[in-house]
């Protein structure tokens, strides 16, 4: 099969620790002519700009005239503001996640995407992670009781513009929010800050439809590094581990006793499933995706609207952390 051909020319905003990987991945993918990235850190700029052999822009509007598309890896304090710019020149924009910090500006800037036809995709990466299709083709027929979601990071050093909620919980608020159905309402949230100005670690209690009780925890204050989610479902229990992307389903089988000859035992049995999961990379997964809404006029798969949802409950979780 012919490969298609190469029409989203993309650059990438913002080259720190996300943006580097975006870069690696845009360069990569076949769907995507890598134009070249903005920083207005020159150095920083530069030397991701040479590892990939792309070409570093120093002026944003100089930058925006060259692309098709913007992949939005900046701070997230100027999503809004850059974002905003981006889709006024009518460049689609797969912004990182949180979509902004503020949930009328990320309601503009919906706006304005809807107005001019652009696409405007959120980067929750998980979504693209290859558990995440396999897990939902799990629960098609499964009844959710609970579920626990744990995202543990020791890292202070990075994004420490916004909170561990806008980090890194809102990944697994927007994972639980599109796994069980209904509204998510929030009991409670308790957050605590060890190592930074704003709080490094929050547990949030939320109540699904039918009673599904989701609890979620996430934190840059553990030395570990962790991204499960647990399904306690009717029939069975699911792990899912996002970093080394398997899945687990167990299913507890009652024990007996048995006898053979004069010898009684007892016997415990339980069934241990291991789901296979392809080896797709999420972020190559999540630019493709990205790329062909823009080449067919679909939406993405995470749209600015979840986008916004996510950062509704996020902000609701915040605003009880602060009691
Ligand atoms: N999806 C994920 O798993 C994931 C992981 C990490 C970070 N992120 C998100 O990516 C974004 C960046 O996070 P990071 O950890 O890479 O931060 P970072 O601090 O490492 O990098 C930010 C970069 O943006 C640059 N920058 C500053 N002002 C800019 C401007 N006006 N225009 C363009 N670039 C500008 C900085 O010079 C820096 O190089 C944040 O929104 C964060 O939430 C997402």
Not at 64 to 90: G, N, R, S, Y
Not at 174 to 179: R, T
Not at 251 to 258: D, E, F, S, T
Not at 259 to 267: A, H, M, P, T
């Amino acid at each position: 099969m012919n490969s298609p051909k190469k029409t989203v020319r993309i650059g990438v905003a913002g080259a720190g620790s996300m943006g580097r990987n975006h870069v690696r991945v845009a360069v990569a993918n076949p769907l995507v002519e890598c134009i070249g990235l903005y920083d207005p850190n020159e150095q920083q700029g530069s030397n991701v700009a040479k590892e990939f052999g792309c070409k570093y822009f120093n002026d944003f509007q100089t930058f925006l005239e060259q692309v098709d598309a913007v992949v939005l890896a900046a701070p997230t304090t100027l999503h809004f503001e850059l974002a905003k710019q981006i889709l006024l020149q009518d460049k689609h924009c797969l912004i990182e996640k949180p979509i902004t910090v503020e949930v009328s500006e990320a309601e503009e800037l919906k706006a304005i995407a809807e107005e001019r036809h652009l696409t405007l995709a959120v980067g929750h990466v998980e979504r693209y992670n290859p558990v995440y299709p396999e897990l939902q083709k799990i629960l098609e027929d499964k009844e959710i009781l609970a579920i626990k979601a744990n995202r543990l990071s020791y890292n202070t050093s990075r994004a420490n513009d916004v909170d561990v909620v806008l980090d890194l919980m809102i990944h697994d608020i927007d994972n639980v929010n599109c796994l069980v159905p209904g509204q998510l309402e929030l009991v409670g949230a308790v957050g605590g800050n060890f190592y930074t100005n704003n709080s490094d670690y929050v547990t949030a209690i939320f109540k699904g439809a039918n009673g599904v009780v989701c609890d979620i925890t996430a934190s840059k204050a553990s030395q570990t590094k962790q991204r499960t989610i647990l399904i306690s479902c009717e029939n069975c229990f699911i792990n899912v581990d996002f970093l080394r992307k398997e899945i687990e389903v167990n299913r507890y089988a009652q024990g007996a006793y048995v006898s053979s000859n004069s010898d009684i035992k007892y016997k415990q049995e339980s069934l241990v499933e291991r789901v296979f999961v392809p080896n797709v990379e999420p972020l190559m997964a999540e630019h493709t995706d990205f790329a062909e809404a823009i080449l067919f006029g679909r939406a993405p798969r995470v749209t600015a609207q979840d986008g916004i949802e996510a950062l509704k409950i996020a902000i609701g979780v915040q605003a009880q952390c602060k009691n």
